[in-house]
């Protein structure tokens, strides 16, 4: 069957830090996959969404970058955290080529505070 | 716009139906989605319908679509306390099957 990782769960990080969240999936090949971030009352913002190993896109300009240096290892980094950068982030997969395109299987997210 | 609109809290007793509604913009969206979140976790897909249909039944979950209005609800028969959870409805945008999400709404359950 198929899982997801993601780490750390928690993260508490000084501003000007710099941040490293990673995503692994398990059970399956190919995978798309993405990074959200969800805040209070709001719906989840797509950060970064990828078809393949080094195939990354990204919906909004940010602090943020992504990559994928391995098919199934997704990484949401950044140089410098900034006080917005506050959130819970999720890390999901879906399956390529699926007619269910919003078909999502979710992390159990990373909170992280910036102080 | 873009949005998506839920309300943020909906609060029912044990046992009742809970209803919860969505509204959305893209008339030509394939796919809704009802996702649920439970405390402190990733979400889990829930129930979708496609756009040519009004309702979806799937045990205790109904799903109705008013493709006319842009109206979504999702019917919980009995609710229960496990059902507990943030609620959020999606639409697959039909250009470039990008999913929009609501804010979620919160279901609290009475005693």
């Known amino acids: 069957s198929q899982t997801i990782h993601q780490w750390p769960a928690t993260l508490v990080q000084p501003v000007g830090s710099p941040l490293s969240l990673e995503c692994t999936v398990e059970?399956?090949?190919?995978?798309?996959l993405y990074w959200y971030r969800q805040a209070a009352g709001r719906g989840l913002q797509l950060l970064f969404y990828?078809?393949?190993?080094?195939?990354i896109s990204s919906e909004v300009p940010q602090n943020l970058s992504a990559s994928r240096p391995q098919d199934r290892q997704f990484i949401l980094s950044s140089k410098k955290l900034l006080l917005s950068d506050s959130g819970f982030y999720l890390c999901a997969w879906s399956v390529r080529g699926s007619q269910l395109t919003g078909e999502l299987f979710f992390g159990e997210g990373s909170r992280l505070t910036v102080l | 716009g873009e949005d998506v609109e839920q309300s943020l809290f909906l609060s029912v007793r044990e046992g009742d139906s809970s209803v919860i509604n969505c509204t959305y913009t893209?008339?030509?969206?394939?796919?809704l989605y009802w996702y649920k979140q439970e405390p402190g976790a990733g979400l889990q897909l829930l129930t979708y319908?496609?756009?040519n249909m009004d309702m979806k039944q799937d045990q205790r979950l109904t799903v109705l679509l008013n493709k006319k209005d842009k109206h979504l609800s999702l019917r919980i028969a009995d609710t229960q306390t496990g059902d507990s959870a943030i609620y959020f409805c999606a639409e697959e945008k039909a250009s470039n099957y990008q999913l929009i999400w609501g804010a979620g709404t919160k279901l609290i359950i009475k005693p």
């Open positions: 893209d008339s030509s969206s394939t796919y």
């Open positions: 059970g399956t090949s190919n995978p798309n």
């Open positions: 319908i496609f756009s």
């Open positions: 990828s078809v393949g190993i080094g195939q």
